[in-house]
């Protein structure tokens, strides 16, 4: 065995299920059981574990929470393994195991390999693990989007390649025609925006402030309003430390100190620690020199022109209706001029960057249309061979006549790109309008599925689909949910026998109500409820033997012992080994 299997789940409080634990072959299982009894659920396990939405309606009734766990061998070469270990999870003997929990107020978790991840974790892995498909599917697959996806997933690297060029190419268009319209439509209110900031931008170039000048000029303002108060103090403060030399009877602190040096100096010699002191009286003199110098300095340098003063007042004035404006500082004000510069450069080319846009936005549209050409070629190749893969795919599956095509077509759009000589709508997956097409028998016209397909011949064509898919790209796990409805007779039998085909590659699981169906597979479950309506441990089992038997009797007739019931059943598995 060499793809990833699902060996079992388990779940609890889910719906009607009070705690199963859910067998799964390798190869294909039928579920199987009567209406209600929660075969259902087996899908909605396993879409939980793989990332679904959380719905707390789902957990039973009287429980705080819905648990689903599940184990699924995983080899160690696989892509799944290696993005489980990127997201901290660890295998346990070559399987990977997974849990999801569900509250009853809405909450979940998800764990793998003992890990707690983010839900979009399991969803990356569902990519590569499990294809689910249920009646839900179907109606999805009538979609025209829908149908387009599948033949580009079909079509593979011959699609994929011009789709992301033509992808890039579409984005950069939008962000052009945006910027493009904004320009245009703006055209009025840019031209206004750009007056006011050349005003602006004129009004702080004739002040011309420079940077720190506010500060600079009020520290200037506050000394030259106080000229004479600071001068009387620094004379007054310089006399007291060096009198005036021309007064022999004045006693200052440089005098004082010079008369504890000498005194020092004297003896110093007779003692160390003296000797210390007067070294540092000296340096006080020294100190007391430096500072009466200064003082005298500052006090005939110091300026108190009332004239400097009115003009350093009016400049303070000029920088306030700035900053009023324009910012609350002076270095505000030159960072909303860089600014308004900048913007006002991008303002006034704007007739040049239209130009520019315009040339751009022409360019890309003819990319694009050269692109969305490729894609349609592309996708009309892939759609010759898909059609016709599942068209053989329906022959096996009781619609011998039956035949499949795709309609790829345009919108003729004079707004649009030029595709095939014609302008056509274009969107962000190209100009192609996809639709597939079902002739059910000979001499019928192709007609949409939507409309030319039954209930039994749309289960049929999304299953041929998905076995042409699992040619060209397999999953290792196909879930189906009562795929087979509306179907019967020998149409049933073929379902089954190419369910069972499928199963030779890949592990099936299929929820049926169709004992021609469950005949073919490998290993049946039957999902029983008790009396008080709960589906226990014990209620879903494998069958063997007579057990089987007696429920494909059921499933037929309704009736487990009816003799004629009983050996139509032997009659299926017979034919289903003998098929194998």
Same mark, same amino acid.
């Given at each position: 065995?060499?793809?990833?299997?699902?060996?079992?789940?388990?779940?609890?409080?889910?719906?009607?299920?009070?705690?199963?634990?859910?067998?799964?072959?390798?190869?294909?299982?039928?579920?199987?059981?009567?209406?209600?009894?929660?075969?259902?659920?087996?899908?909605?396990?396993?879409?939980?574990?793989?990332?679904?939405?959380?719905?707390?309606?789902?957990?039973?009734?009287?429980?705080?929470?819905?648990?689903?766990?599940?184990?699924?061998?995983?080899?160690?070469?696989?892509?799944?393994?290696?993005?489980?270990?990127?997201?901290?999870?660890?295998?346990?003997?070559?399987?990977?195991?997974?849990?999801?929990?569900?509250?009853?107020?809405?909450?979940?978790?998800?764990?793998?390999?003992?890990?707690?991840?983010?839900?979009?974790?399991?969803?990356?892995?569902?990519?590569?693990?499990?294809?689910?498909?249920?009646?839900?599917?179907?109606?999805?697959?009538?979609?025209?989007?829908?149908?387009?996806?599948?033949?580009?997933?079909?079509?593979?690297?011959?699609?994929?390649?011009?789709?992301?060029?033509?992808?890039?190419?579409?984005?950069?268009?939008?962000?052009?025609?945006?910027?493009?319209?904004?320009?245009?439509?703006?055209?009025?209110?840019?031209?206004?925006?750009?007056?006011?900031?050349?005003?602006?931008?004129?009004?702080?170039?004739?002040?011309?402030?420079?940077?720190?000048?506010?500060?600079?000029?009020?520290?200037?303002?506050?000394?030259?309003?106080?000229?004479?108060?600071?001068?009387?103090?620094?004379?007054?403060?310089?006399?007291?430390? $060096?009198?005036?030399?021309?007064?022999?009877?004045?006693?200052?602190?440089?005098?004082?100190?010079?008369?504890?040096?000498?005194?020092?100096?004297?003896?110093?010699?007779?003692?160390?620690?003296?000797?210390?002191?007067?070294?540092?009286?000296?340096?006080?003199?020294?100190?007391?020199?430096?500072?009466?110098?200064?003082?005298?300095?500052?006090?005939?340098?110091?300026?108190?022109?009332?004239?400097?003063?009115?003009?350093?007042?009016?400049?303070?004035?000029?920088?306030?209706?700035?900053?009023?404006?324009?910012?609350?500082?002076?270095?505000?004000?030159?960072?909303?001029?860089?600014?308004?510069?900048?913007?006002?450069?991008?303002?006034?080319?704007?007739?040049?960057?239209?130009?520019?846009?315009?040339?751009?936005?022409?360019?890309?549209?003819?990319?694009?249309?050269?692109?969305?050409?490729?894609?349609?070629?592309?996708?009309?190749? $892939?759609?010759?061979?898909?059609?016709?893969?599942?068209?053989?795919?329906?022959?096996?599956?009781?619609?011998?006549?039956?035949?499949?095509?795709?309609?790829?077509?345009?919108?003729?759009?004079?707004?649009?790109?030029?595709?095939?000589?014609?302008?056509?709508?274009?969107?962000?997956?190209?100009?192609?309008?996809?639709?597939?097409?079902?002739?059910?028998?000979?001499?019928?016209?192709?007609?949409?599925?939507?409309?030319?397909?039954?209930?039994?011949?749309?289960?049929?064509?999304?299953?041929?689909?998905?076995?042409?898919?699992?040619?060209?790209?397999?999953?290792?796990?196909?879930?189906?949910?009562?795929?087979?409805?509306?179907?019967?007779?020998?149409?049933?039998?073929?379902?089954?026998?190419?369910?069972?085909?499928?199963?030779?590659?890949?592990?099936?699981?299929?929820?049926?109500?169709?004992?021609?169906?469950? $005949?073919?597979?490998?290993?049946?479950?039957?999902?029983?409820?008790?009396?008080?309506?709960?589906?226990?441990?014990?209620?879903?089992?494998?069958?063997?033997?007579?057990?089987?038997?007696?429920?494909?009797?059921?499933?037929?007739?309704?009736?487990?012992?009816?003799?004629?019931?009983?050996?139509?059943?032997?009659?299926?598995?017979?034919? $289903?080994?003998?098929?194998?």
């Amino acid at each position: 065995m060499v793809w990833d299997v699902l060996e079992e789940m388990r779940i609890r409080s889910l719906g009607v299920i009070d705690d199963a634990v859910v067998e799964l072959s390798p190869g294909f299982t039928a579920v199987t059981g009567e209406t209600g009894a929660g075969k259902t659920m087996v899908v909605t396990s396993l879409g939980l574990l793989l990332g679904g939405r959380a719905d707390p309606a789902l957990v039973r009734i009287g429980a705080r929470n819905a648990v689903v766990e599940g184990r699924i061998a995983v080899p160690e070469a696989a892509s799944a393994a290696a993005r489980a270990e990127e997201a901290g999870a660890e295998l346990d003997d070559g399987a990977l195991l997974i849990s999801r929990t569900v509250s009853a107020e809405g909450r979940s978790r998800a764990h793998l390999g003992g890990r707690s991840v983010p839900v979009g974790v399991l969803a990356e892995l569902a990519d590569e693990l499990v294809a689910v498909h249920g009646q839900t599917d179907q109606q999805g697959l009538l979609k025209p989007a829908r149908q387009r996806q599948a033949l580009d997933r079909y079509a593979g690297e011959a699609v994929a390649g011009p789709l992301a060029r033509y992808t890039e190419a579409y984005r950069r268009l939008r962000a052009v025609a945006v910027e493009l319209e904004e320009i245009t439509t703006r055209a009025r209110e840019r031209a206004q925006e750009a007056d006011l900031l050349r005003y602006g931008l004129d009004e702080i170039a004739a002040v011309a402030p420079r940077p720190g000048e506010d500060r600079e000029l009020a520290e200037e303002a506050e000394r030259l309003g106080h000229a004479e108060a600071l001068a009387s103090a620094a004379t007054v403060a310089h006399a007291a430390l $060096a009198a005036d030399p021309e007064d022999p009877e004045g006693v200052d602190a440089s005098t004082l100190v010079a008369g504890a040096r000498r005194a020092l100096d004297a003896v110093r010699s007779h003692d160390p620690a003296l000797s210390a002191l007067a070294e540092r009286i000296g340096e006080i003199g020294i100190l007391l020199g430096d500072v009466a110098g200064e003082l005298a300095g500052y006090a005939d340098d110091l300026d108190a022109d009332p004239l400097r003063l009115a003009a350093v007042e009016e400049r303070r004035a000029a920088l306030t209706a700035l900053t009023r404006k324009y910012g609350e500082d002076v270095a505000a004000v030159l960072e909303w001029a860089e600014t308004g510069a900048a913007r006002l450069t991008e303002l006034d080319g704007d007739d040049e960057r239209t130009g520019e846009l315009t040339a751009e936005r022409d360019a890309l549209r003819a990319e694009l249309g050269g692109l969305a050409q490729a894609l349609t070629d592309a996708r009309t190749e $892939a759609a010759e061979r898909f059609a016709g893969a599942v068209t053989a795919e329906l022959a096996s599956l009781a619609m011998p006549h039956a035949r499949v095509s795709f309609a790829i077509r345009q919108t003729e759009d004079p707004e649009g790109v030029e595709v095939g000589g014609r302008a056509v709508a274009y969107g962000p997956s190209g100009a192609d309008e996809v639709e597939l097409l079902l002739a059910p028998h000979p001499g019928a016209p192709p007609r949409p599925i939507a409309k030319g397909a039954s209930g039994g011949e749309l289960s049929r064509v999304m299953l041929a689909v998905e076995v042409v898919f699992a040619g060209t790209d397999p999953v290792p796990t196909y879930l189906f949910d009562e795929v087979d409805a509306g179907v019967g007779g020998k149409a049933a039998v073929e379902i089954g026998r190419r369910l069972a085909r499928l199963a030779r590659t890949a592990q099936v699981v299929v929820v049926t109500h169709l004992p021609q169906v469950a $005949a073919f597979a490998d290993r049946q479950l039957l999902v029983e409820k008790t009396n008080d309506g709960s589906v226990t441990r014990s209620g879903v089992k494998v069958l063997e033997g007579e057990e089987r038997v007696r429920e494909l009797s059921r499933m037929l007739a309704g009736q487990e012992d009816s003799e004629t019931a009983r050996a139509h059943a032997e009659e299926l598995l017979a034919a $289903a080994r003998a098929d194998a």
